[in-house]
């Protein structure tokens, strides 16, 4: 069996851009890409370079992320099998990247060029419609997003970027959800300092709201945090200001 005549069946659970469409549909819009691999720590896109492709990652984990001029990640989403990136190939006019987008693990990504998936597009409008219902989904993320940066204090930012992970990236292990996720990675996706998420993780984890475990966050209970950390807002660690 070839990889082209499983992958129908095999599509991620939750892939939106394939929503509602019908299996032959998903079938030739499939055997119309390419297929690519990625190592772990490998950008895929970049940030700047002509956006002329639409991805999906079909295995792996990856991270999308903007870079500064003095080169500093601010990490932006972090994407499992089903999500795309890449979407203004969908359009005419020449656009760009505008985050990079990096393989967290070992990944599989399909791959189609903006011909091809304009082409798709005009045939299966579904298709226009998911991937214009995932851009109006990403606008929404970034309103919340810098919402929360003008209103929220370091630690909000930091107990919602836990939280969002948990549904996104959490891997369910004994005794609860573990976060593959470094201090500098959570700060940065949290708008901080590694200093100052570092010392608030560090007396979360004092406290019994999460354990530090090999460079992973584990949390026993997201229902647990989110009583013992997010609810009980700063009073729960009044000598710590951000």
């Not at 659970?13 to 019908?22: A, H, N, Q, V, W």
């Not at 005419?92 to 990504?109: C, F, M, N």
């Not at 996720?181 to 100052?196: D, F």
Request: aromatic residues 8%; positive net charge; charged residues 20%.
């Amino acid at each position: 069996m070839t990889v082209l005549e499983f992958r129908t069946a095999d599509v991620p659970p939750g892939t939106e851009l394939l929503r509602d469409l019908k299996p032959e549909e998903i079938h030739l819009i499939l055997r119309a890409s390419r297929t690519r691999r990625f190592s772990a720590k490998s950008v895929i896109t970049h940030q700047g370079e002509p956006a002329d492709h639409l991805l999906l990652l079909w295995k792996g984990r990856a991270r999308c992320f903007f870079e500064t001029p003095n080169g500093k990640k601010h990490i932006q989403i972090w994407m499992t099998p089903g999500h795309i990136f890449g979407g203004a190939a969908l359009i005419s006019p020449p656009s760009i990247y505008l985050l990079s987008t990096e393989a967290v693990r070992d990944s599989v990504v399909l791959v189609w060029d903006g011909r091809t998936i304009r082409a798709l597009a005009r045939r299966f409008p579904r298709l226009l419609e998911n991937a214009l219902s995932i851009a109006a989904n990403y606008v929404s993320w970034y309103l919340i997003a810098l919402a929360a940066l003008t209103s929220e204090t370091a630690r909000e930012r930091l107990a919602g970027v836990l939280l969002g992970c948990v549904s996104s990236i959490g891997q369910k292990v004994t005794g609860g959800i573990e976060l593959d996720l470094t201090n500098e990675e959570v700060a940065n996706s949290a708008s901080t300092t590694p200093y100052t998420a570092s010392r608030i993780l560090s007396e979360w984890h004092k406290v019994g709201a999460i354990q530090k475990r090999r460079g992973k966050i584990f949390l026993a209970s997201p229902e647990h945090f989110f009583l013992r950390v997010v609810r009980s807002g700063t009073s729960a660690f009044p000598h710590l200001t951000s």
